[in-house]
């Protein structure tokens, strides 16, 4: 008898427990659950299939300390999706694309190339440590000191003479130009070295024939040029009166420039990323390896150098 009750109370206090556990399992799942990323990106009015794209994209911490303190975008999904996103910018993105009805792809590119930005606003003095890969464009300039320290002038077999260049990319431009003239095409380069002075007087003069705005898309303003770099290289077929970017001396030179580290910088399908009209002459020395990104990649130099020099992480 007394065995009896007891096994009766046994079983009892078990299913209490059982039952107790099951409310409490529920309880913390749901505790959980209403405190996850997910769960209070879709209060926000995220639908599945961009939580989905959201949380596999960007970190708890991006999501909990930025996105969830922001009130629903519709474009969020698609611009974090993006090859060349970059978390930093993400702000940006989103007003740009709110000022401007354009893909997703067309935010992240203008965004990285500092195009939601005016011309020579928020000027920002480029980090010339990063060497070969310093970029000089209308956001990033160089003070008007600033001389590269290893300038070699340029034998005049393939310069016109008193030009100047860095050497860290002169047996680049001389296998280049080497093979080039293999291929049958006699290259040389009409300006490559210019000191802030001396582009000071280029811009002013522009400026004083036809006005600012003219001189302003052709000619960079000094500290803005690539030239004063001792990387950029205007260059031209040799004893040719065709304009350069008709001549096939230009096509082998646009096939071939990456693999001895030169890129066309300011090319026409950029116009609007880079900020300059097309130059069909004007080369650029980056080094071998971002020279060859940049040609599978068909990035300008100014959002590779957001995404790829500046963002170290994104190599990984
Ligand atoms: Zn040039």
């Known amino acids: 008898m007394k065995k009896r009750r007891l096994k009766k109370w046994a079983v009892a206090l078990l299913i209490g ?16 659950k209403i405190n996850s990323n997910p769960y209070k990106l879709s209060k926000l009015g995220y639908k599945d299939d961009e939580v989905t794209k959201i949380v ?23 611009i974090v999706s993006e ?23 067309a935010v992240v590119t203008m965004v990285n190339a500092n195009r939601d930005r005016d011309y020579y606003s928020n000027m920002e003095e480029t980090d010339t440590s990063k060497d070969t890969l310093m970029l000089v464009n209308k956001y990033y300039y160089l003070k008007e000191d600033y001389v590269p320290s290893d300038l070699v002038d340029i034998a005049t077999t393939y310069a016109y003479s008193g030009n100047q260049m ?30 802030y002075d001396w582009q000071k007087t280029v811009y002013n003069s522009r400026k004083v024939a036809y006005g600012l705005t003219y001189a302003d898309k052709y000619v ?16 031209v077929e040799y004893g040719s009166k065709t304009e350069f970017k008709d ?6 030179l646009a096939d071939n420039a990456y693999k001895y580290g030169f890129i066309e910088r300011y090319v026409e399908s950029q ?15 980056v080094g071998k390896d971002a020279a060859k990104t940049i040609h599978q990649t068909g990035l300008s130099f100014d959002e590779y150098y957001a995404y790829y020099v500046l963002n170290k992480s994104n190599w990984l």
């Open 247 to 252: 001549t096939d001396a230009y096509k082998w």
């Open 17 to 32: 427990l059982v039952v107790f556990a099951i409310a409490l399992y529920l309880l913390i799942s749901y505790i959980i």
């Open 220 to 235: 960079a303003r000094p500290g803005n040029s690539e030239h004063q770099t001792g990387l950029a290289l205007d260059i």
């Open 56 to 78: 596999n994209i960007l970190s708890d911490e991006q999501i909990k300390n930025d996105i969830l303190t922001m009130s629903y975008d519709e474009n969020l999904d698609d």
């Open 271 to 285: 116009e609007e990323v880079t900020g300059f009209s097309a130059e069909a002459w004007h080369y650029r020395y």
């Open 166 to 195: 860095r050497s860290v990319a002169y047996d680049d431009l001389k296998s280049m130009f080497n093979d080039a003239k293999t291929a049958g095409y006699t290259l040389i380069v009409n300006s490559a070295y210019r000191s």
């Open 83 to 105: 090859r060349y996103f970059i978390y930093a910018n993400l702000k940006r993105y989103l007003y740009y694309r709110k000022l401007n009805n354009v893909s997703a792809t």
